[in-house]
């Protein structure tokens, strides 16, 4: 039987610093993973330095992941050192994401490159990957969608003032997630290529419908100002409703800490999980109450969107991407409506109807997406012939073997690979789990699966 073939080739370029699942940047390139295997495409993750032990690296093991990392990295100790406060642009991150690239590219080629990282966007752009490639940075830190929005402490004015800059530049599209902030985009930057590109969910299993018990109410995020969990526990204290935290492990002890300033005992704190422990946990609640002050989506509320009424703070704008699905309440009358909400008859059928509904459009929107990107119509050079040549002479090649066996490369330039990327409208390619193959033509029937493990050269 012939190793299984996929239509598409996706490059998903992550942080190790966001390869975590319970980050919104981990959840998404999990969920993104999971939408292109519907589709059948292949994604492989690019890092900037080899990742760090998680749930999310268990999950994309066991689902044989090519991971692509540099062999040598820059340290990112004197960077810290002088961002100690509020980070700036990362020097060494861009080269690490640089090397990482050349590794990967030099052993596949990709029909779409999507990044949240602004060091990364800026690797692939200097590469000058965004001319033969649909190239998409995704939108997620939110000073860089709405300039009315106070600076957070997160990064630098400098560091969110390039971030924006990114959407202006040639070939670079703007992915996000809502028709909001698509017009955000438009009106602060009016040259820019912005596509609305919903979010799938990360855990399919919120989907289905509970009917378990269900009590308590449910905060996620990070302690952290911006996420404003004070006002989530004043909330507890004052209407001695139990409460569920889903956050990160460094976060534990603060929630644990204020719990107990305040004389709080009945809470439940999940920290890092995934899947099933994850649905039963966030199913399980009654109520989800999102305080936060700063979001461009809050993927927090979309995830608990299917499972209960999720309520956030007018004041923040931000609630305005789940209009006619989230309730909403102000800082002075949240106490009692949260109480109101809290025992009010509730058919969570109705509302996992409408995110069901919501969920059905997310494939075909991006699949969409990319195939209205004709690649032949993306930047060609016709400056090297020796791919069609060394093509002739085999039936498939693989990338890998290309580079390093027939033109006898020890290090991949990036004229190598331009130099397959300005011929695709010449070259068919055949995608495996592991491989990248080219052909001139477009019949793999005669393959076996032991030729396509071994990287094997086919004569004619």
Known sequence: MMEKRYKKRIAFIISDQHFIPHGGIGSFCKSFFEMAERLNWRVDIILDKPPRNSQLLEYFKKEEVSLFYSDSQQSYSIHNNIFLFSDGVNIEKILNFRNSLMQAFSNNVYDLIITNTLEAC??????????????VYYTHNENAVFLNMPETKVFNKNYNELSRRMMTLSNVISGTQSIRNKNAIKENYPSSNVVVLPIPIAER??????????????????????KDPDFFIKVIKETKLPAKILTNKKSVNKFKQKFKKFNIINYEIKAGIIGKEKVNFIKSEKLAFNPSKQESYCLAAFETLHSCKTLALKENEWWENFKGLINVTTRKTAINDILQLYNEPFDSNILLKKMKEKDSRTDDIWQKFLNSYNILNMKKSNSNTTLIRELKLFKILSIH???????????????????????????????????????????????????????KLFEI
């Open 122 to 135: 800026l690797a692939g752009y200097f590469l000058g990957f965004s001319d033969l490639i649909p190239f």
């Open 401 to 455: 073997d290309y580079f390093y066996k027939n033109l006898k490369r020890q290090k991949i330039a990036i004229f190598d690979i331009k130099s397959i990327l300005s011929k695709r409208n010449e070259v068919y390619f055949y995608y495996t789990k592991n491989n990248t193959y080219m052909s001139l033509i477009n019949d793999f029937s005669e393959l076996k699966v032991n030729d396509m493990q071994s990287n």
């Open 205 to 226: 299993e919120l989907l289905n419908t509970y009917n378990g018990e269900k009590e308590g109410i449910i905060f996620i995020g990070r302690y952290e100002e911006r």
